[in-house]
Structure formats: C-alpha cells, structure tokens
C-alpha cells in the first residue's frame, strides 16, 4: 500500500506548486503577520530540508527588537538552521520568504548554499535578487540557488501595504 508520504510526494511531482510549497509559504506568511503585530516589517522565512520537507527553522523580521540591521527573517532563519544542523551550509535547504531578499540576505543565501530561494512578493525598491545588485548573476558570486519568484506574493503584498498605509 502506497503510504501517505508516497502519496504527497507522487503528488509533489505531478504539480510544480506543490502542497508542501503553498505550506511552507502559509508559514512564513503567519509569522510575517506576527512581525506586524510587533511593529516590525512584516517579513517571514523558513527553512526547509528540501528532499524530506521538515521545516528546519522559521523567523520573522526583527531589527528593531534587536537593533541589528542583520536581523532580517531570512538572516534569522539561516543562522538558527545552521546551528540546528550543525553546520555553516545548509545543502539541501530550501528557503521561503515573503518578500524578495534584500542583496544582503541574497549573499548569505549564497554564501549558506541554499538549494531552491521561493519568494512571495517582489521588491522594485530593496530586492537584490531580480533587482537592483541582482547579486546571484555577480561574478563573485560562487553558489546560485534556482529561484521562484512570485509565489503567494498577493497575500505578502496586502500585509506590507496595510503595515506601510497604518503607519503613515
Ligand atoms: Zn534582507
């Protein structure tokens, strides 16, 4: 008998957005929304080990909690994925975020070996990866992660709006 995660992963391959991305996704989306209840840019990242889809770590935007300007979603999840597996690449990690990382985070991105980069809403202004630095076509760029934009952006583009326009 086909067991149920031969089901999901049959299902996974029949359908290039998967069950398990629109999952990944709703997650990093929620802890955007709770970003947003701190005051914090509402921008949410999980990890996940991309062959077994366990979510490694999940994290949300806080720069002004931490005063760090580093302390983007993206930065948080790949340094607590790296200290759970125990090691400084993350190789079969995948990394969804909703908004387009900015070219420092796209660097470390980079720099953690990511395998697959999904990103919900596109960001004209401060993203670095299909704007601005473009930094993974750079030359001193040594690692490129398959990248998919625009997955879920509609839902991440409604959550900075209504952030930005109550804050004006
Ligand atoms: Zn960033």
Redo the contacts with the bound molecule.
């Keep these: 008998m086909q067991s149920l995660l031969d089901l999901f992963i049959s299902l996974k391959q029949a359908n290039n957005m998967s069950l398990f991305e629109n999952m990944h996704m709703n997650l990093a989306l929620e802890v955007a929304k709770e970003a947003a209840s701190r005051g914090e840019v509402p921008?949410g990242a999980v990890v996940v080990h991309g062959p077994t889809d366990k979510v490694v770590s999940v994290a949300s935007n806080r720069v002004m909690e931490l005063k760090d300007p580093?302390a983007?979603?993206?930065?948080l999840a790949i340094r607590e994925a790296c200290k759970v597996q125990n090691n400084e690449r993350l190789l079969e990690c995948d990394l969804y975020v909703t908004l387009e990382?900015?070219?420092?985070?796209?660097q470390?991105i980079s720099f953690a070996r990511i395998r697959r980069l999904y990103y919900a809403a596109e960001d004209k202004k401060?993203g670095?990866v299909d704007n601005g630095a473009i930094v993974f076509n750079a030359k001193s760029c040594h690692h490129k992660p398959e990248v998919y934009g625009d997955i879920m952006s509609g839902p991440s583009q409604s959550l900075l709006k209504d952030f930005f326009k109550e804050r004006r």
Excluded: L, S
């Design positions: 921008v580093t983007h979603a993206e930065m990382p900015c070219p420092m985070c796209a470390a401060g670095g």
